[in-house]
């Protein structure tokens, strides 16, 4: 297993609304998904390409990859799912009724609503931030920066 020497393509942030704090310590997975994904992933199943836990900053700056030779692509159209398991943070925080939500997928397409007209260089394209912003009974997420 390798880690990235880098600031990865894909980095995320998790932080919790509703004590205005990080959420440390959270178990993330990235994976990839087939070309042109349909909603439902019955027929293919994604390919785990590397795990990484926030750290106490509530970030994800880099990914320990399940075989040396993946890496993630920034190629425009290449879809990826990031699932943030929150079961045991929500536990830890609220006791044992923990959170609403057990785990957070969240799907995205490299490349998507961009025409390169944002005023940012192509470097900063192929970056993609993805903080997730949660609280027991919901949580929102965005591309961030």
Same mark, same amino acid.
């Given at each position: 297993?390798? =880690?990235?020497?880098?600031?990865?393509?894909? &980095?995320?942030?998790?932080? /919790?609304?509703?004590?205005? *704090?990080?959420?440390?310590?959270?178990?993330?997975?990235?994976?990839?998904?087939?070309?042109?994904?349909?909603?439902?992933?019955?027929?293919?199943?994604? &390919? %785990? %390409?590397?795990?990484?836990? =926030?750290?106490? /900053?509530? *970030?994800?700056?880099?990914? &320990?990859?399940?075989?040396?030779?993946?890496?993630?692509?920034? =190629?425009?159209? !290449? =879809?990826?799912?990031?699932?943030?398991? !929150?079961?045991?943070?929500?536990?830890?925080?609220?006791?044992?009724?923990?959170?609403?939500?057990?785990?957070? /997928?969240?799907?995205?397409?490299?490349?998507?609503?961009?025409?390169?007209? /944002?005023?940012?260089?192509?470097?900063? *394209?192929?970056?993609?931030?993805?903080?997730?912003?949660?609280? *027991?009974?919901?949580? &929102?997420?965005?591309?961030?920066?």
């Amino acid at each position: 297993m390798s =880690t990235s020497p880098h600031r990865p393509a894909i &980095t995320a942030h998790v932080l /919790d609304t509703t004590f205005g *704090r990080p959420a440390s310590n959270i178990p993330v997975s990235l994976f990839l998904l087939p070309s042109r994904c349909p909603f439902s992933l019955l027929s293919q199943q994604p &390919t %785990l %390409l590397a795990t990484s836990i =926030t750290n106490s /900053d509530g *970030r994800i700056v880099s990914w &320990t990859f399940s075989a040396a030779n993946l890496e993630i692509s920034t =190629t425009k159209g !290449t =879809t990826y799912l990031l699932r943030f398991e !929150t079961k045991e943070y929500y536990e830890q925080v609220y006791g044992p009724a923990g959170g609403f939500f057990p785990w957070i /997928d969240v799907v995205f397409v490299m490349g998507a609503g961009e025409d390169g007209g /944002d005023g940012r260089v192509e470097d900063e *394209r192929k970056h993609y931030h993805v903080p997730v912003l949660l609280s *027991r009974f919901s949580y &929102t997420t965005y591309r961030g920066s």
